[in-house]
């Protein structure tokens, strides 16, 4: 293999000794923050990106392959791993994505991210904006990249149909007219595409401090709300900052949350085309809270429906439908009078709600919950009668008599009749301050907008037209062309171009010989 | 009179069919290269795109819901976008050696698709959403693209294997088309024909240009996909990210390609060795598109197969 290499008589040729007496010599006459930026300058190459981003990924493959904490059983991880359990624990094995290597490996490729793009930047920049044009010798000496062709067109005449030509291919082209007989033509498209992977950098930058913002500002917390119930955010279940308390710089919401009712939606038989099957429970359509806002005096300053997948947002708080939970309540109508029966008791490890109706008398209620047991299709209660003799109506060794009701049914039971009306279900709220969301999502449209800049290719194209003889109407064209990608379609854009300059405007390619300063190696 | 369900079901085996004869065709191609055959297997692929778009239009007519929201459906949307790239880069490239192994692997997808439970169910409520009609197909999108990456990755291999091409590094050749391939001075000869020859040298290398152009397509896909989940997330959960296992392997493969597309802009490292880090991509990605489901753990638990 070979390629064409110009040689130049630069610094590139210079012993290496000089080279570093030279380096030494420059560093000792460099200000502080000079010689900072050089001791940082590890943290600025491609190779320690490479390395960090394999790393990064090996350890979140780690954290895939591991169990962990939260997804795992802790003591089905302590069986697995036996005496080693400890050791690897402590190695944040189980814990992968909050271990202290993983945090540091995050926090170097941020140091890399950041001091790589202020290297880089500025280069870019001059890269994607420069104007920059070639004399004729600078195109003979750049290598193969290059064409040239005898044309019998005048030079303002070519200057014309070659802008045409460029603008009408998507290129913006600039001339150098600074020399009337020798002008200069300098073509560009894609200039963008080389701020792409620096934009995608500066969003992966903005959306790693936005994280921090919402570990520093942020909170999450979980309620479960039965309707009619006002909760305090800051008093919920499970309220926790994003960090440990001492250092949490956020603040909870002064307004509370009303539950004004809680419901389930089941997909109806011929709603979709997959009707409910005899003996299979329905499907949950979707869970529906209805929630206000209220403020410290008491006024409702908002009231929505929420959702799964349509929160409901108040400043930069939010509550999300997550769950629901049956509290254990069953509201039943009993003789004509409504009651709350509590799950109270335990029959062989079912949860039973036992109630004194008065008179000696009692109401024994097992309720199964649809979710819960795959074997029923909508919620139900079994109810039983006691009295101070034991069930009644029982005969030996026989189920003693029971009626069995799906919500919003009714029967009789020994001459009582009960109404089943519902059990009472809490939604499941997730609420969480996120301070950082606007900063996210604004680093998400940058991360996005850079990595699309990147597929496009920067095509520049250099040209020098240099008269021959007297004659007006003869000049020679040398192009230089360069593309950091795509290279095949570039060089079919350029043969369309040749084509139609031969065929159009009588071009005739020039042969040459390699220019001297030109050396194949 | 056919219902949707039977129209489903037909387009998709007549798809099915038209992509083995495709593949019959590449099969002739491969063994006696005729422009004839090139273009049967390139039409036959087009023509089963199009069977399998209208069996997933059917399919979503009859589950009432743009249907992608299990494996059967996830799969038939991978090899639609298989074969939309594929068509598309076999006109403008006029690739030779891809269409075999493309259709080969087409067939065998279709086969094992079929194989799957492909019963509609009714969607749960995290997914009721119109993010999962973005997403997922985002997603999906970038994984054909990863594969076609991945085949023209073996295509490379299998020519450096066979004539040492693989050798030289993308800084050299990002001067030129085809200056770090060719003994001959470009320069010198300055004519369509010069652009002509370093085309046809460029074809030895052509399939490292294909790889690198479906990674730097699919990079901002799969980048965008993920954003596009975790904002999903972050309307459905509250949480943009949860380390689920589908979420971290998705992850680990944008890294995996993240490190492919920064070796090329390295330059320091050959071919050959960025054909083995797409390949390695592509082990990554159906890690996270297999093997994850396997798991049948975390908040992706529904993609599961069976």
């Known amino acids: 293999m070979s390629s064409t290499l110009r040689t130049s008589p630069t610094s590139d040729n210079l012993p290496n000794l000089s080279v570093q007496q030279s380096d030494t010599n420059a560093l000792q006459k460099k200000s502080f923050p000079d010689q900072v930026w050089e001791l940082l300058a590890c943290f600025r190459s491609v190779q320690l990106a490479i390395v960090l981003i394999s790393l990064l990924a090996i350890a979140t493959m780690a954290g895939v392959m591991l169990p962990q904490d939260g997804l795992v059983d802790t003591a089905q991880i302590k069986t697995t791993f036996g005496t080693n359990y400890r050791l690897y624990k402590a190695m944040g094995f189980f814990n992968v994505y909050s271990s202290y290597w993983f945090i540091a490996l995050e926090v170097l490729f941020f140091f890399n991210l950041l001091i790589g793009s202020f290297k880089w930047l500025k280069p870019a920049w001059i890269a994607a904006t420069q104007t920059t044009f070639k004399t004729q010798k600078q195109i ?71 994280s921090v913002v919402g570990v520093f500002f942020g909170f999450k917390a979980q309620e479960l709300a039965v309707p009619g119930q006002t909760f305090d955010i800051a008093k919920a279940q499970m309220f926790k900052p994003n960090i440990d308390q001492q250092y949490w710089l956020g603040s909870t919401p002064k307004w509370k949350v009303h539950v004004n009712d809680f419901n389930m939606v089941y997909y109806a038989p011929g709603e979709t085309s997959m009707n409910p099957q005899p003996g299979v429970p329905a499907t949950v359509k979707q869970y529906y809270a209805d929630l206000s806002i209220i403020d410290p005096k008491g006024k409702t300053l908002k009231r929505e429906t929420i959702s799964v997948n349509h929160p409901l947002s108040m400043g930069d708080t939010t509550l999300y439908q997550a769950s629901f939970s049956p509290t254990g309540k069953l509201f039943v109508e009993v003789g004509g009078k409504r009651m709350t029966l509590q799950t109270n008791t335990q029959f062989m490890g079912r949860p039973v709600s036992l109630t004194e109706l008065g008179n000696g008398k009692a109401l024994l209620a097992f309720p199964f919950f649809m ?89 520049r194209i250099w040209m020098a037209i240099v008269p021959q003889g007297n004659t007006e109407n003869s000049n020679q064209l040398w192009i230089s062309y360069l593309s950091n990608k795509a290279h095949i379609s570039f060089a079919k854009e350029l043969r369309q171009f040749e084509i139609q300059w031969r065929n159009q405007n009588g071009f005739v390619p020039l042969e040459q010989s390699l220019p001297e300063e030109t050396a194949t190696v | 009179m056919m219902t949707p369900a039977d129209w489903e079901q037909n387009f998709y085996y007549t798809g099915l069919s038209l992509q083995g004869i495709g593949l019959l065709f590449y099969c002739i191609h491969a063994l006696k290269p005729q422009t004839w055959a090139r273009e049967g297997g390139w039409g036959s ?26 494996m059967y459906e996830s799969l038939m949307v991978v090899c639609i976008g298989i074969q939309l790239a594929f068509v598309f880069l076999e006109r403008w490239f006029k690739l030779r050696m891809l269409g075999l192994p493309v259709a080969a692997l087409l067939v065998g997808t279709l086969f094992y698709d079929i194989n799957l439970p492909t019963e509609i169910h009714p969607l749960q ?55 770090s391939y060719s003994d001959k001075p470009y320069y ?90 797409s390949v390695i991509g592509f082990a990554l990605m159906l890690v996270t598109y297999f093997g994850v489901n396997l798991m049948g753990v975390g908040l992706h638990s529904y993609g599961k197969i069976g």
């Open chain 1, 140 to 210: 003979q000496v750049s290598g193969p990249r290059q064409l040239a062709f005898n044309t019998p067109l005048s030079s303002q005449s070519l200057l014309s149909s070659l802008t045409s030509t460029l603008k009408k291919a998507g290129y913006g082209v600039k001339t150098d007219l600074s020399n009337p007989n020798t002008p200069k033509l300098y073509a560009t498209k894609g200039n963008f595409s080389r701020l792409g992977p620096h934009t995608a950098h500066i969003g992966i930058l903005l959306m790693l401090i936005s």
């Open chain 1, 371 to 459: 979710q819960q047991d795959p074997n029923i299709e909508r919620n139900q209660a079994v109810f039983f009668l006691r009295d101070t003799k034991g069930f009644v109506g029982a005969k030996a060794h026989k189920m003693p008599p029971n009626l069995r009701l799906e919500e919003g049914q009714s029967g009789t039971l020994s001459g009582l009749s009960i109404r089943y009306v519902k059990p009472e279900i809490a939604t499941g709220l997730q609420i969480k301050k996120g301070p950082e969301v606007p900063w996210m999502y604004l680093s998400y449209l940058i991360i996005i907008s850079g990595t699309i800049m990147c597929i496009f290719s920067q095509r």
């Open chain 2, 45 to 70: 692929t087009l023509l089963a795109m199009l069977c399998l778009g209208l069996s997933l239009y059917f399919r979503s007519i009859h589950a009432q819901y743009f249907a992608l929201s299990n």
């Open chain 2, 125 to 179: 409520p995290a997914l009721q959403s119109y993010w999962r009609s973005i997403h997922v197909p985002i997603i999906l999108l970038s994984y054909a693209l990863f594969t076609i990456a991945f085949l023209s990755s073996v295509v490379f291999l299998l020519k450096d294997a066979v004539s040492n091409i693989g050798g030289s590094s993308p800084k050299l050749a990002a001067d030129g088309p085809s200056n």
């Open chain 2, 188 to 277: 010198a000869q300055s004519s369509v024909e010069a652009i002509e020859s370093s085309l046809a040298l460029d074809k030895a290398n052509i399939y490292d240009e294909i790889t690198y152009r479906c990674v730097a397509f699919g990079f901002p896909l799969l980048t965008l996909g993920i954003i596009l989940g975790g904002i999903w997330a972050n309307e459905a959960w509250g949480n943009y990210w949860s380390w689920d296992p589908k979420e971290s392997m998705s992850l680990v493969t944008l890294l995996g390609y993240g490190v492919y597309l920064h070796l090329r802009v390295n330059g320091a490292h050959r071919h050959r060795t960025l054909a083995w880090v």
